[in-house]
C-alpha cells in the first residue's frame, strides 16, 4: 500500500486515509463481480434469476464507492467544518442500485460485464427489494434531501431507523386492502456496513436517587434505568460524479449484555430473554402513519431512541476532539428535525449537556436553541404530535422534568411579552393541561429551536396566521419556507430513460445537476418534430405502466389512452373519493350516449390506507367495486378504464410517473402541506389538475395558468362556506352530481359488505364534512371536461406536456437544499 494511503494518529493506530481505490474499468468491474458471486457468496450458477447476482454486483459496486467513502469522511472531520445532523424516523429510499451506477457513471460498464452471462441489467434492478423505511411524502423527501445534499457536497448526515419490517405491503382481495409484512432484511442488505464498534446506549426508565458527592454537595442521579444499545448500520450516498459520498447512519436496537446478566442473577432466565425481546422490539416495525397509532408507547420508544443515540454520536465526535468544551458548538453543528418526530431531541439533548457533559442549564439552553431546526409537515391540527405526560414521566422521567423546566422559562418570558394574557398563557404552554395532559411536541419543538420552516408558501402562510399564530407572534424571525423538491437524477434521468434521453439529446446534460436549464425546452415546444419525438418518449412510458397494471390487475390499458394518474397514501383530506365520483359520472354519460367527442381514459389510483384507518379503507373497496362495474360494462370497452394499482411504492412511482398525461392533485384547499408526487409528474411533463393547495400553486405559478388546470374553492373561500355548508342542496341543484348520487344509492356499484356505501354516502352528504367533496365536484367535473378537450387536440397537448417539464425547475430537491443551506444551514462544500 502507498503511504499516502496511511497516517498514524496518537494512539499508534495506523488510520487509513483512502481505501485502495478500484478501477472503474467494465474488465475490472467484471472481474470482481466473478469474484464476489463465486468466492464470497459461494455461487456457481450465473443466470437471470438469481438473486446472487444483484448482490455480488452491489459488492463490486460498493467497493468503488468505498475510496470515495472514507475520503469525504476524512476530508469533513479534517477540515473541522460546520454539520448538519437530518434526523428523520423515516428515510424512504427506495432502490439503491441504479441510482448508484448512474451517480457513479459505471451504468453502461456494468450492463457491459453482466452481457458475459446473458443477464441484463434491467432485470437485475428489479431483483432489489426496496428499502421502504418510511410511509410517504415524508420520508421520501428526506431520501431526495440525501442525494441532492451529496450532489452539492453538503456535509449532512442523515440519522434513521433501521426498522426489521418496512412499510407494509398491500394486497387487494376482494377489492379490500390486506397488509403483509415486508421482511426486507431477509435476504440481507448488502449496503450497509454495520458499525458496532459506534454503539450507543439509550437508557429508558428509573428514578431519580440523591446523594452526596466528593464535597459533600447534594447530587442527583439516576438509577434502576433500563438500557438498550443503540448498533449504528452505515448506508453510503453517493453524489452525482462528484466524488462525494455520504452516509445515512441507521439505529438497530440490541439488549446489552449487562441487562441480561443483571436479570439472570436476579434468577430469572425467561424474564431476561423477555426483557432482550422487548429491547429489540423498539427497531423492529415502521409505524404507518395511522390516528389510532397515536400516543403508543413504542412509537415513542422509537423516537426518544433515534434522537439519544443519533445526539450521543455527535456529541461523541465533538468530545474527542474537545473534551467537555461547548463553545464553539453550536457555531459546527445543527440538527434539522423531520417534523416533530425526533423533536425529543431538544430536551435530550438538554440532559445530555447538563448530566452528562457538566454544561450549566442556561449554557445549554442557548446553544440547544441554537443547534435544532424544525421542518413542519402538516396543517391539520388533529395530526400534530402530543404525548401523555403520564407515559413520559413512566418512560422518559427525566426527560419530562427537563421539559417541565425548559416550560417554565418559556411561559416566563411569554408572560413578560404580554403580562397578564392568561389565556395566552395556557394556549401556549408545552403543557396541555386537563385530565389527561399532554405535551405538545410541535411547540416544544418551536421553543426548542432557531428556525421553523414550512415545506410550501402556503403552507408557511398558514402556519404564521393559523397553527402556529402566537409563537409567529412572538418570533417572526423564525418562521419560513422552504418549498420542497424531488431528485431529478432518480425522478426524471433514472426512471424516464426516453424522455430524459431526449431531453439531453436536445438541450444536453446539464440538467441533470441544474434542472432550470430545462427552460431550454421552451423554444422547441411548437417544433413538430419535436413534439412527434415528446409524444413517442411519453408512449413507452405509458406502455410500460400498461404492462405493469395488466400484470398486477389482469386489466389491459391502451397506450393512446388519456392516463390520468392519482397515487399518494389513501386518506380523506386527498378526496380520492372525489377522483372516484368523477369515474362515476364519466361512466354514467357513456351510459347515456353523451360522450362520444370524449377520449380514451384510464383513471389510476394507487396508495396505502393506514391498517387502523377506517374509512380510508373503505375508500379503496369504494374504488375497487366501482372499478369492477366499470370495466366490466361493454360500453366502456376501449373508452374508460377505472384501475386501482396495489402495492403503490418508490419503485412502483417510477413506472407510473413517466406514463402519466394529467397527474390529480385534488385535495381540499388548506389541507396539502406541499405534495411531492405533485413535481415528479410535472417533471415527467403530465399537466396538472389541481386545487389551489400546497405547492400546486406554485408549480402552476411556474407553468403559466394556460399550462395548469386549476379547479375547486380556495382556501378562504373554503372557511366562508363551511359555514353554511348544505351539500345535499348542492347535489339537489346538480343534475351530474344527482345522477351519481342515484346509481350509488341505487345499488349500482354495490359493496356487498354492510355499511361501507352507506359510510361513504353519508361522508358526501354530511354538511360537516371537513373535506367538501360535494362543493367541489362541479368544478373538478367540468375542468375534467376542458382537460380531455386539450388532450385530443395533440399538438396542443404536446406543447402543454413540454413547457410543464420545462418548468420544473425549481422543483428540484438542489434548489430546495440550497435554500436550506442558504438560511438555515449555512454549511460551506466539501473539499476533497
Ligand atoms: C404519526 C403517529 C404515529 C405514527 C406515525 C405517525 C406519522 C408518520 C408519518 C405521521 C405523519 C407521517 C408523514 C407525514 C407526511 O408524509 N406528510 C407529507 O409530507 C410531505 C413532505 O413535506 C408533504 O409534501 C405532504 O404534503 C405531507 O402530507
Redesign the pocket.
Same mark, same amino acid.
Given at each position: 500500500m502507498s503511504a499516502d494511503h496511511r497516517e498514524s494518529n496518537n494512539t499508534g493506530a495506523i488510520m487509513l486515509t483512502r481505501a485502495p481505490a478500484s478501477e472503474m474499468g467494465p474488465e475490472a468491474i467484471l472481474e470482481d463481480f466473478v469474484r464476489y458471486f463465486s468466492r464470497t457468496l459461494g455461487r456457481r450458477a450465473i443466470h437471470k434469476a438469481s438473486p446472487f447476482v444483484y448482490e455480488a454486483l452491489v459488492y463490486a459496486v460498493r467497493d468503488r464507492l468505498m475510496d470515495r467513502w472514507i475520503q469525504s469522511t476524512v476530508a469533513v472531520e479534517r477540515s473541522y467544518q460546520r454539520r448538519v445532523h437530518y434526523l428523520s424516523l423515516?428515510f424512504l429510499m427506495g432502490r439503491l442500485l441504479k441510482n448508484a451506477l448512474l451517480n457513479l457513471d459505471v451504468e453502461d460498464k456494468s450492463e457491459a460485464a453482466l452481457q458475459n452471462f446473458g443477464v441484463d441489467l434491467a432485470s437485475v434492478f428489479e431483483s432489489e427489494h426496496d428499502a421502504g423505511l418510511g %410511509?410517504? /411524502? =415524508? /420520508?421520501r =423527501?428526506a431520501a431526495c434531501f440525501l442525494d441532492s445534499c451529496a450532489t452539492l457536497s453538503l456535509p449532512v448526515i442523515g440519522y434513521g431507523i433501521r426498522y426489521e419490517y418496512g412499510m407494509f405491503r398491500q394486497r387487494i382481495d376482494d377489492g379490500h386492502q390486506i397488509e403483509e409484512p415486508d421482511p426486507w432484511l431477509r435476504a440481507g442488505f448488502p449496503w450497509e456496513i454495520e458499525r458496532y464498534e459506534l454503539a450507543q446506549t439509550v437508557t429508558f426508565g428509573g428514578r431519580k436517587e440523591v446523594y452526596a458527592d466528593e464535597h459533600g454537595n447534594e447530587q442527583t442521579r439516576w438509577v434502576d434505568t433500563r438500557p438498550v444499545l443503540a448498533v449504528p448500520f452505515d448506508v453510503p450516498i453517493p453524489g452525482y460524479r462528484n466524488g462525494i459520498v455520504n452516509t445515512l447512519r441507521l439505529w438497530s436496537a440490541k439488549a446489552t449484555d449487562e441487562f441480561n446478566l443483571h436479570e439472570f442473577n436476579a434468577g430469572s432466565y425467561t424474564q431476561a430473554v423477555a426483557a432482550k425481546n422487548d429491547a429489540e422490539n423498539i427497531t423492529m416495525v415502521l409505524?404507518p %402513519? +395511522?390516528a389510532s &397509532? #397515536?400516543g403508543k408507547g413504542l412509537?415513542l420508544r422509537q423516537q426518544y431512541f433515534l434522537a439519544s443515540a443519533s445526539l450521543q454520536d455527535s456529541l461523541r465526535q465533538w468530545t474527542e476532539r474537545h473534551g467537555d468544551h461547548f463553545e464553539h458548538f453550536a457555531a459546527k453543528n445543527c440538527y434539522q428535525l423531520n +417534523?416533530t418526530h425526533p423533536a425529543i431531541a431538544v430536551p435530550e439533548l438538554m440532559r445530555l449537556l447538563v448530566d452528562e457533559h457538566g454544561l450549566d442549564w442556561d449554557d445549554a439552553w442557548v446553544i440547544t436553541r441554537r443547534v435544532m431546526a424544525y421542518t413542519n409537515?402538516?396543517l391539520l391540527p388533529e395530526?400534530l &404530535?402530543c404525548w401523555s405526560v403520564e407515559m413520559m414521566s413512566q418512560m422518559l422521567p427525566r426527560i419530562m422534568e427537563i421539559v417541565y423546566e425548559i416550560n417554565a422559562g418559556f411561559l416566563a418570558e411569554v408572560e413578560q411579552c404580554w403580562p397578564g394574557d392568561l389565556e395566552r398563557v395556557g394556549r401556549m404552554s408545552l403543557i396541555q393541561e386537563g385530565d389527561h395532559p399532554v405535551v405538545r411536541m410541535a411547540y416544544l419543538a418551536i421553543v426548542g429551536s432557531f428556525s421553523v420552516n414550512g415545506?410550501a408558501e402556503l403552507h408557511s402562510r398558514l402556519l404564521r396566521e393559523g397553527l402556529f399564530r402566537d409563537f409567529a407572534e412572538l418570533w417572526p424571525e423564525k418562521f419560513n419556507n422552504k418549498t %420542497?423538491g424531488v431528485t431529478q437524477r432518480r425522478w426524471l434521468a433514472a426512471c424516464n430513460p426516453a424522455l430524459s434521453g431526449l431531453v439531453t439529446d436536445r438541450i444536453g446534460d446539464a440538467w441533470v445537476t441544474d434542472l432550470e436549464r430545462l427552460r431550454e425546452l421552451e423554444p422547441l415546444a411548437d417544433d413538430a418534430d419535436f413534439q412527434q419525438r415528446w409524444r413517442t418518449a411519453k408512449l413507452a412510458g405509458k406502455r410500460r405502466l400498461a404492462a405493469l397494471v395488466e400484470s398486477r390487475t389482469g386489466i389491459a390499458l391502451h397506450a393512446d389512452m388519456l392516463f390520468d394518474v392519482q397515487v399518494k397514501r389513501i386518506h380523506e383530506y386527498k378526496r380520492q373519493l372525489l377522483n372516484c365520483l368523477h369515474a362515476i359520472h364519466l361512466y354514467d354519460r357513456i351510459k347515456r350516449g353523451e360522450a362520444a367527442d370524449s377520449p380514451p381514459r384510464a383513471i389510476i389510483v394507487g396508495g396505502k390506507a393506514a391498517p387502523g384507518y377506517f374509512m380510508a379503507k373503505n375508500i379503496i373497496k369504494f374504488i375497487n367495486e366501482t372499478a369492477r362495474v366499470i370495466n366490466a360494462d361493454p360500453d366502456t370497452e376501449g373508452r374508460l378504464r377505472l384501475v386501482f394499482v396495489p402495492d403503490y411504492n418508490v419503485s412502483t412511482m417510477e413506472v407510473i410517473c413517466p406514463a402519466a398525461d394529467l397527474s390529480a392533485q385534488i385535495s381540499t384547499a388548506g389541507k &396539502?402541506? #406541499? /405534495?411531492?408526487g405533485n413535481m415528479k409528474f410535472m417533471m415527467n411533463g403530465a399537466v396538472t389538475i389541481g386545487t389551489f393547495d /400546497?405547492a400546486n400553486i406554485e408549480i402552476r405559478e411556474a407553468v403559466g395558468d394556460e399550462n395548469f388546470f386549476l379547479f375547486g374553492l380556495t382556501v378562504e373561500e373554503i372557511e366562508v362556506l363551511r359555514q353554511s355548508y348544505d351539500p345535499e342542496g348542492i347535489i339537489r341543484g346538480d343534475p351530474g352530481l344527482l345522477r351519481v348520487m342515484e346509481r350509488l344509492e341505487h345499488g349500482d356499484f354495490n359493496c356487498v359488505e354492510a355499511g361501507i356505501m352507506e359510510a361513504i354516502l353519508h361522508a358526501i352528504k354530511n354538511p360537516h364534512d371537513p373535506w367538501m367533496t360535494a362543493a367541489d365536484f362541479r368544478s373538478f367535473v367540468d375542468t375534467q371536461r376542458r382537460a380531455e378537450l386539450a388532450y385530443l387536440d395533440l399538438p396542443r397537448w404536446t406543447r402543454m406536456s413540454i413547457l410543464n417539464t420545462a418548468a420544473s425547475g425549481r422543483f428540484s430537491t438542489d434548489r430546495t437544499m440550497r435554500d436550506y443551506n442558504r438560511e438555515i444551514w449555512q454549511l460551506d462544500p466539501v473539499e476533497l
Open positions: 423515516e %410511509n410517504g /411524502g =415524508l /420520508g =423527501l409505524y %402513519n +395511522d &397509532e #397515536s412509537r +417534523d409537515h402538516t395530526a &404530535e415545506v %420542497n &396539502e402541506a #406541499s /405534495g411531492t /400546497g
